[in-house]
Nanobody, 125 residues
Framework: QVQLVESGGGLVQAGGSLRLSCAAS????????MGWFRQAPGKEREFVAA????????NYADSVKGRFTISRDNGKSTVSLQMNSLKPEDTAVYYC??????????????????WGQGTQVTVSS
């Protein structure tokens, strides 16, 4: 079992920055991928970024490339999402998730086995 708890959401003006954190506990193996997804009202949950727990391999949605950076701190068992140059369209509930099988697509939400409760990010124009 893996438990995930997100933090760091809030209200920010367009062009600003926020840093989300995901604290992970339980049995986490180096082969796992950790992902960030987001869901805006009335929209489907969409992939934002992912990183292999052991580090080195990252994936980003085209909409956030160059603005968002995913990272992990194995010593603290946390995964972070640094979000810069935020836009109103980034407004959503952001979820942290863990994928236990490397044979699944990291950009697909149904590939993930564990989810956090989500944290709200609101970007005002």
């Amino acid at each position: 079992q893996v438990q995930l708890v997100e933090s760091g959401g809030g209200l920010v003006q367009a062009g600003g920055s926020l840093r989300l954190s995901c604290a992970a506990s339980g049995r986490i193996f180096s082969s796992y991928f950790m992902g960030w997804f987001r869901q805006a009202p009335g929209k489907e949950r969409e992939f934002v970024a992912a990183i292999r727990w052991s580090g080195g391999s990252t994936n980003y949605a085209d909409s956030v490339k160059g603005r968002f950076t995913i990272s992990r701190d194995n010593g603290k068992s946390t995964v972070s999402l640094q979000m810069n140059s935020l836009k109103p369209e980034d407004t959503a509930v952001y979820y942290c998730a863990a994928l236990t099988s490397s044979n699944r697509a990291v950009v697909v939400s149904t590939s993930y086995d564990y989810w956090g409760q989500g944290t709200q990010v609101t970007v005002s124009s």
